[in-house]
């Protein structure tokens, strides 16, 4: 491998043609002679994956701020044409005065129905379907009350990422997902459900070597297929709108994500602990870890744009195992503090201080002999997975395990 030609492409902004020849190179290791590379190809790797994603989010905002951009200047157009109305209506009031004429009709006045009739589509955003090739038909108006799009749509969506995908519709699992990328767009979606997304992000995201025409094509009969399916589960609801050129699941479905749940009881864990409220603390911890039953959407292993969250949602969880094992062994609750330390060993078998709190439990429970094995698991983990030697803290603590000193 070539390190300059992965700067060159870098300094380009060809990420994804960086992260193809990294790939290589690490794959080359892998079976190669130079074990000690790989560590650090895999970290060069994952920075080249999160300049992409980078880079796709940043177009994503360009295209954000100039459609913004132009509808300001709509908004400002339509408001001077309102304001303009509204004069020559005045005029139009004083010259009836003074000549003691009778009003016209409300579709003749410009400050009248026909006024508001003009107007009224910069009032009533439209939202199209936008699923069938060539057709963009509206499927829904704001009305002159403000209700919002599909008001009645009154469906739950129930969707669980940490573990096996799955997803419920009135408490109803949707199975028989789509061939393609439905079910991909499907979860891209409900991840990124906090603002549209733009059309052109889904086909760099899933269609990222095709061309544009073929890359609409796809996304359009994805989108086709992904409503085909829900609308057989719960046919009252349009679950996927699309509008100015954005993908977004109807604001009117009550959504629930076990990913978000998780990061609540994370952030109000945290939140307690630092006013001091310890046991209200493990409590939210707690749940977090129930929650948690596996990596953020792990049959999308090798997707990029899964990666970061994934990435957040395991420290989010490793951080949560810590506080607990640290509360069960400071509680004297040694199985309980083993368990969990075994949990975070599970995510990351190189945790050190993972296995020195598991050392200390087995010792304090009378199992000296499962500590020094756990000592031996430390030694293999770390030399296995990123060539190094246990710490001097955890040496020493196996020193003092075998002179049967207090842990």
């Given at each position: 491998m070539e390190t300059d030609s992965i700067v060159q492409l870098v300094l380009a902004g060809e990420y994804r043609e960086a992260a193809r020849h990294v790939q290589e190179a690490l794959a080359a290791e892998r079976d190669g002679s130079s074990p000690v590379e790989t560590p650090l190809l895999a970290d060069a790797l994952g920075i080249v994956q999160l300049c992409l994603h980078s880079c796709t989010e940043a177009g994503w905002h360009r295209s954000c701020v100039e459609r913004s951009e132009e509808h300001e200047r709509s908004l400002r157009k339509q408001l001077f044409g309102l304001l303009e109305a509204i004069k020559l209506s005045r005029a139009n009031v004083g010259a009836r005065r003074g000549a003691d004429v009778a009003s016209p009709a409300p579709d003749e006045s410009p400050g009248g129905e026909a006024l508001t009739s003009c107007l009224l589509p910069a009032l009533r955003p439209e939202w199209f379907a936008g699923a069938w090739p060539g057709e963009h038909a509206p499927v829904a108006l704001v009305d002159r009350q403000g209700a919002q799009p599909h008001a009645g749509c009154a469906a739950?969506?129930?969707?669980?990422?940490?573990?096996?995908?799955?997803?419920?519709?009135?408490?109803?699992?949707?199975?028989?997902?789509?061939?393609?990328?439905?079910?991909?767009?499907?979860?891209?979606?409900?991840?990124?459900?906090?603002?549209?997304?733009?059309?052109?992000?889904?086909?760099?995201?899933?269609w990222p070597n095709a061309d544009p025409d073929a890359a609409?094509?796809?996304?359009?009969?994805?989108?086709?297929?992904?409503?085909?399916?829900?609308?057989?589960?719960?046919?009252?609801?349009s679950y996927v709108l699309f509008q100015d050129g954005c993908y977004?699941?109807?604001?009117?479905?009550?959504?629930?994500?076990?990913?978000?749940?998780f990061v609540k009881h994370c952030r109000n864990g945290e939140s307690l602990e630092f006013r001091g409220e310890r046991e209200a603390a493990m409590a939210e911890h707690r749940a977090a870890e129930a929650i948690y039953q596996s990596e953020f959407l792990a049959e999308d292993r090798y997707e990029d744009w899964v990666m970061e969250k994934r990435q957040t949602l395991q420290e989010l969880y490793l951080a949560a195992l810590y506080r607990l094992s640290e509360h069960y062994l400071q509680q004297q609750d040694y199985d309980g503090c083993a368990r969990i330390c075994k949990a975070m060993l599970l995510v990351d078998g190189c945790n050190e201080e993972a296995h020195r709190r598991l050392m200390r439990c087995y010792c304090r429970l009378g199992q000296t002999h499962l500590a020094v094995r756990q000592y031996h698991f430390c030694v293999e983990a770390l030399a296995r997975r990123v060539q190094l030697s246990p710490s001097v803290e955890t040496v020493e603590l196996l020193r003092k395990i075998r002179q049967r000193a207090f842990v």
């Open positions: 739950t969506l129930d969707v669980y990422c940490l573990g096996p995908f799955r997803a419920f519709i009135d408490d109803q699992l949707v199975t028989e997902w789509p061939n393609g990328k439905s079910k991909s767009v499907f979860k891209y979606l409900v991840t990124h459900r906090a603002r549209p997304v733009t059309r052109e992000v889904l086909m760099e995201t899933f609409r094509n796809n996304l359009n009969v994805a989108i086709y297929g992904l409503r085909k399916l829900l609308a057989r589960v719960h046919g009252g609801c977004l699941l109807n604001p009117a479905l009550t959504v629930w994500v076990d990913a978000d749940a």
